[in-house]
């Protein structure tokens, strides 16, 4: 009798895997695959070529990548998907590449080692020239990192507005750290990330996002004695030292520690967690989970307080109920007071909450929007609350605004003024309401200023023409004695040699017309993007579209850099935590800047 078919074949049982974790539902996971696809061969009549084509159909989205990668040999299995090297020698993972490609001798790790390196390099020098096309200059973005192995790392992102101005983000580095972090170092690391992809912080860094850090803020000093490089506060590190400065007051503290223990019983509890969700369909509540924050972070007790707030009167009945009241013993339902307090606490933090969100962008410009941004943080702090403490919290706030932002909202005439100039260089608030009318003159001369600069260096930059000139040639003729009349009050030599080049009046003129129109126009609204409006109008204002795209490339948070160690910290895992820091490196460069 011959093997059954159809549906009661062993093709049945070849179910779906993708090697998604967890396992999605109607898939397998890896071991009861290769049980079923090894069940298939043995009592499958069918030929070999059916079998594999089985094998292939029934593998989809990573299983099936990592498949086809292996066959062609590609290092991009190791980096998109952040896996370990030595996947390729685990044992359940040669089995599948058996049954999906039979009498295919998978490469080694080292050969993928090799290949790794390979392609950092070249993507490294293809970034390079990347680098040098650019018209504009760059931002960058620093923070340093600790692994799971204990070894330090320096992360360097890179941002600059493309000519389609277009927003770029690459990742420079991951840099391996031997010596201690004191300032001094910082500032050669940087220095050394800079020389390695040949830029100069002098000339093509615009500004340098970093934390608040004594010693980082320090080494950015260092920095900008040296090579005049800006220095640019994380705002949302900044945010988060003003508000866990006003969340001070101890009756906001016991609040949110009640707030706390509340929810941790919750997610301790089976009971509780059960008859929550009843309560939730009962009374037709979204059936959300209460979610528990983290003392250090501000923005999770906002998240906390906020489903707190909304789950309050499930949680509420769930408590009166004898099986989870009896059993929660201390944990009971917080004092009216405390549910007033919060929900004033919450309306209180949602403007910095939104502020966070909007500002953690990589895909739209931040940097500009941070100046109004602050001044309407100032106005929010002026809201009334009946509670003594959301009173005091406002206060605090207001006070650590104005102190941590001075700079910000007010016209330093020997600072960098980065934010300052990315606002005026931002069609939607071109109008600069956030500034005093003294010092918004002074901006405006700044930034013809920086125009005119950059205009020269536009001219400089034109090629030559060879064709021939009227003008005279005067590296051709023999030098004149000068008297000291001459040295004096200057010879008539020297003011023909000045009035030459008769253009220079012109582009200057120029430069000052296109400032007056600029800022003669009406504000486009809060919602349109200001790049777009650059792409179209960079014709009518050439001059300033060249210093715009310098200026409003700068990130307002040093998330990138953040965002890289996530991707790190997942390269780093405790099955690879004796990869070589230079491979570390390798592969956060090939996985954050791979397309």
């Not at 050394?192 to 996002?209: G, H, N, T």
């Not at 640019?232 to 707030?259: E, F, M, S, W, Y």
């Not at 909304?310 to 929660?328: G, H, I, K, Y």
């Not at 030459?500 to 200057?508: A, C, I, L, V």
Request: hydrophobic residues 35%; proline residues 5%.
């Amino acid at each position: 009798m011959g093997k059954p078919s159809g549906e009661n074949s062993s093709y049945s049982r070849l179910r779906v895997f993708s090697g998604t974790v967890p396992t999605p539902v109607g898939e397998e996971c890896l071991e009861h695959w290769l049980e079923h696809a090894h069940l298939m061969f043995e009592e499958s009549e069918c030929s070999n070529k059916e079998q594999r084509r089985c094998i292939m159909e029934s593998l989809k989205g990573p299983a099936l990548a990592v498949v086809k990668a292996v066959r062609n040999a590609d290092p991009k299995v190791i980096v998109k998907d952040m896996r370990p090297v030595s996947l390729v020698e685990g044992e359940a993972f040669i089995d599948m590449i058996e049954y999906a490609c039979p009498g295919f001798k998978c490469p080694s790790r080292w050969w993928f080692t090799k290949q790794l390196e390979k392609a950092y390099q070249s993507t490294f020098e293809d970034l390079k020239k990347d680098l040098q096309k650019r018209s504009s200059k760059i931002t960058l973005t620093t923070n340093a990192w600790t692994s799971i192995a204990t070894e330090a790392y320096l992360g360097v992102t890179c941002h600059y507005i493309n000519d389609n101005w277009e927003m770029v983000s690459l990742v420079l580095c991951t840099k391996p750290l031997q010596d201690r972090h004191t300032a001094e170092n910082i500032a050669r690391w940087i220095e050394e990330v800079a020389e390695k992809f040949d830029f100069s912080l002098c000339d093509d860094v615009q500004a340098i996002v970093h934390d608040n850090a004594a010693n980082v803020v320090k080494a950015l000093r260092i920095l900008e004695e040296r090579h005049g490089v800006a220095s640019l506060r994380c705002a949302g590190h900044t945010i988060q030292l003003i508000v866990n400065h006003a969340l001070k007051d101890p009756r906001i503290n016991k609040a949110l520690g009640a707030a706390r223990s509340l929810v941790g019983y919750f997610h301790c509890s089976e009971i509780a967690t059960t008859k929550l969700k009843l309560k939730q369909e009962q009374m037709g509540t979204a059936q959300h989970k209460l979610t528990q924050d983290v003392a250090v972070r501000w923005n999770s007790s906002y998240h906390m307080i906020t489903r707190l707030l909304e789950q309050r009167w499930p949680v509420t009945a769930t408590l009166l109920d004898p099986e989870v009241t009896n059993s929660a013993k201390h944990y009971m339902d917080m004092k009216a007071d405390q549910w007033s307090l919060l929900e004033e606490l919450q309306k209180a933090l949602e403007p910095f909450e939104q502020a966070t969100v909007y500002l953690s962008g990589e895909a739209y410009v931040t940097v500009s929007v941070l100046p109004p941004l602050v001044k309407g943080l100032q106005k929010s702090t002026e809201t009334a609350f009946e509670s003594a403490p959301i009173t005091t919290f406002q206060t605090t706030a207001a006070a650590e605004i104005a102190s941590r932002w001075k700079f910000e909202t007010t016209y330093d005439e020997d600072g960098n003024n980065v934010c300052i100039f990315a606002a005026a260089l931002d069609p939607r608030f071109r109008k600069l309401k956030f500034l005093s009318t003294d010092d918004i003159p002074k901006v405006k001369n700044k930034l013809q200023t920086l125009a005119l600069e950059a205009r020269r260096v536009q001219v400089r930059e034109e090629p030559e023409d060879d064709s021939p000139s009227d003008q005279p040639d005067h590296s051709r003729q023999k030098p004149k004695s000068v008297s000291v009349l001459d040295m004096l009050l200057g010879s008539d030599d020297e003011e023909e040699l000045e009035d030459e080049d008769p253009g220079q009046d012109q582009r200057e003129d120029a430069v000052r017309n296109e400032l007056l129109v600029y800022f003669g126009e009406k504000p486009i609204p809060k919602d349109k993007n200001p790049l777009q409006w650059w792409k179209e109008n960079e014709t009518k204002f050439p001059t300033l579209a060249v210093v715009a795209k310098s200026y409003l490339a700068a990130p307002a948070i040093s998330t990138p850099s953040e965002r890289l160690f996530s991707a790190a910290g997942t390269i780093v895992s405790k099955k690879r935590a004796s990869l070589t820091k230079e491979h570390v490196d390798m592969l956060t460069f090939l996985h954050s800047n791979s397309e």
